[in-house]
């Protein structure tokens, strides 16, 4: 089947600490996305990259970073420099390019930092 | 610019009941719309699409028309059961980019 996964479901961490959330699609879709959401509240872009080797700032990038070198893999970093990352992490694709397509997400991540 | 408004939560009806959630939006151009559903813990699925004025998405029993003279796209469900429960975000894509609501958190009781 076709999809978005992300791992871990679930992922704690010391303040201070970077950690790497993973995310994958076997949709063969060209734009992948990361949005954050907090209790209550609508998404955020972080980050997207429309091509592989090639990625740009959504409204809330600082202190997070992407990389984009496959196209099936779009991973994110929440660095120490966030200073408030405890929230629902949600990756997304998109047939092509363009911000304008439907987007698809993936299950989740949960990230609570202490 | 492009934006989305729509109808703030929460909303609780009981089980069968008929269910409007209100989405209006603001945009340049030929907008697509869409109704995105995101059950607790999970990510948002896709409900239902329109890509131009007067076509009705539809799809599990929920509908919705794009109206271009009242700029809206309003979600409906004639008989809700308790499984319908989560939060719903009504989006729209054009222009290079996709924007969300904040979502309407619905709970259907028995």
């Known amino acids: 089947d076709g999809g978005i996964t992300q791992s871990p479901k679930y992922l704690f961490r010391k303040e201070g600490q970077n950690v790497t959330l993973s995310c994958e699609q076997n949709l063969n879709h060209d734009a992948m996305y990361w949005y954050r959401q907090d209790p209550g509240q609508g998404l955020r872009l972080i980050y997207y990259s429309q091509i592989v080797n090639d990625f740009q700032k959504g409204d809330i990038a600082e202190g997070y970073s992407v990389s984009r070198e496959k196209k099936e893999s779009f991973p994110l970093t929440v660095t120490s420099a966030q200073k408030n990352p405890t929230a629902f992490y949600l990756c997304?694709?998109?047939?092509?390019?363009?911000?304008?397509?439907?987007?698809?997400f993936g299950p989740g991540t949960r990230l609570t930092v202490t | 610019g492009n934006s989305v408004t729509q109808m703030e939560g929460p909303v609780t009806l009981s089980e069968e009941a008929f269910l409007t959630i209100n989405c209006t939006y603001t945009?340049?151009?030929?907008?697509?719309l869409f109704w995105y559903v995101q059950y607790p813990g999970e990510g948002l699925q896709l409900l239902l699409k329109a890509t131009k004025a007067d076509d009705k998405g539809s799809n599990k029993g929920f509908e919705a028309t794009y109206r271009k003279e009242t700029t809206s796209f309003h979600l409906e469900k004639g008989s809700v059961q308790v499984s319908d429960s989560a939060v719903y975000f009504c989006?729209?894509?054009?222009?290079?980019?996709?924007?969300f609501g904040t979502g309407t958190s619905l709970t259907v009781i028995p």
């Open positions: 989006a729209l894509s054009g222009g290079n980019q996709f924007y």
């Open positions: 997304a694709s998109s047939l092509q390019g363009s911000l304008s397509y439907e987007q698809y």
């Open positions: 945009a340049t151009g030929y907008p697509s």
